[in-house]
């Protein structure tokens, strides 16, 4: 199947790559993360309205859906840009419809709300912290961009079920400590929660959770597509450029055979992308499959295309002063980023239906 954008969307998507491309090119980026600097990036992407896009104007985006937040995760992934305060705010603000005025400040101002769950887990209601009537007691390690949050969104599972919390950082037992990735693109931190006050939201924990967990397998998917893409470009480049035997390696037939698959890869991926995104705007049944299958292949093919990409580079292309080691990092950190692949495809064989035993 081959997933077709409408006319709106892909000028939106032509016109952020070529916005990203004047503001975020490779020599920025990494200044940036060489100064592990992201506010300077995600201030001008909220400053110029990018990061609304895809989120409901009621809550002080600019519109669209799930599809268009994909379209964004994609071009961020191109460029390896800071995403970590990004991603929190395109899951976490559908679920601040109960918070009008904290949705408003994350798309309106960038200040992030930071769902506290582990980062290399799938989101879920059962987590090692505990509720004590409005106090919140527990340590979550890896929560991604929890070091800039203003405000933690806490899951507690009890004897009565799963329910979300609201933490502001500033409240006396909040203690958060970063962690260092190998991919600065991303951040993540490691919260602990001492006697907090806490405020527990009117909300189903449970199926709120659930569309987070779709959500994120659609988005993170979308970011390695972008990454992937990426690295092909700079693998069919590079083997143009340089010469064996007197002759560019791209004329090899191994080289070529190599980059073929890598666009078959990049090329399915995009449609798994895509229609994992609608049906999760459209609400299908089968969304959470849909999402799974999205996070599980696409994250999976980005890094193996990055294999691929390197073997063609060699040795050149994970020195820091190459670009190819961006978009490795990235992807590799995304087929792990909110659940490994193992884990999804065990979400999507425990949804899909026994077949008889043929005689």
Not at 66 to 84: I, K
Not at 100 to 128: K, M, N, Q
Not at 166 to 179: Q, T
Not at 257 to 276: K, P, R
Request: glycine share 8%.
């Amino acid at each position: 199947m081959h997933w077709e954008l409408s006319a709106e969307q892909q000028l939106f998507a032509t016109s952020l790559r070529e916005w990203l491309a004047d503001r975020a090119d490779a020599a920025t980026v990494r200044g940036w993360l060489e100064n592990r600097d992201p506010r300077s990036f995600e201030h001008i992407f909220v400053e110029e309205g990018w990061a609304g896009v895809g989120l409901s104007e009621e809550l002080g985006g600019q519109g669209g859906g799930l599809l268009e937040l994909a379209l964004t995760a994609r071009e961020l992934g191109r460029t390896a840009a800071p995403s970590a305060g990004w991603l929190q705010t395109a899951l976490v603000v559908p679920t601040l419809a109960c918070e009008p005025a904290l949705a408003r400040a994350a798309t309106e101002s960038g200040e992030v709300t930071a769902l506290a769950v582990r980062a290399d887990r799938i989101p879920a209601g059962f987590g090692p912290v505990r509720a004590s009537v409005n106090r919140l007691h527990g340590q979550i390690p890896c929560v991604l961009a929890a070091a800039r949050a203003r405000h933690l969104l806490v899951p507690v599972t009890d004897d009565t079920g799963a329910t979300l919390w609201l933490v502001d950082v500033a409240e006396a037992g909040v203690d958060i400590r970063s962690r260092s990735l190998l991919d600065r693109s991303r951040e993540v931190a490691d919260v602990e929660l001492d006697d907090v006050t806490a405020r527990r939201l009117d909300v189903d924990a449970t199926s709120v959770l659930s569309e987070i967990s779709t959500w994120a397998g659609v988005l993170v998917a979308a970011d390695a597509l972008g990454a992937a893409e990426r690295m092909l470009g700079l693998a069919v480049e590079y083997s143009k450029q340089r010469h064996q035997f007197g002759q560019p390696i791209g004329s090899f037939q191994a080289v070529k055979h190599a980059a073929a698959q890598m666009l078959v890869t990049i090329e399915s991926s995009m449609s798994i992308v895509y229609y994992a995104a609608q049906s999760a705007e459209e609400q299908l049944p089968d969304r959470a499959v849909h999402a799974a299958v999205a996070k599980a292949q696409v994250t999976s093919g980005a890094a193996e295309v990055a294999d691929s990409a390197l073997t063609l580079h060699g040795a050149v292309g994970y020195t820091w002063e190459h670009d190819l080691q961006l978009f490795y990092k990235r992807a590799k950190l995304d087929r792990t980023l909110f659940g490994a692949p193992a884990t999804w495809n065990e979400r999507i064989a425990a949804a899909l239906p026994l077949l008889p035993a043929t005689a």
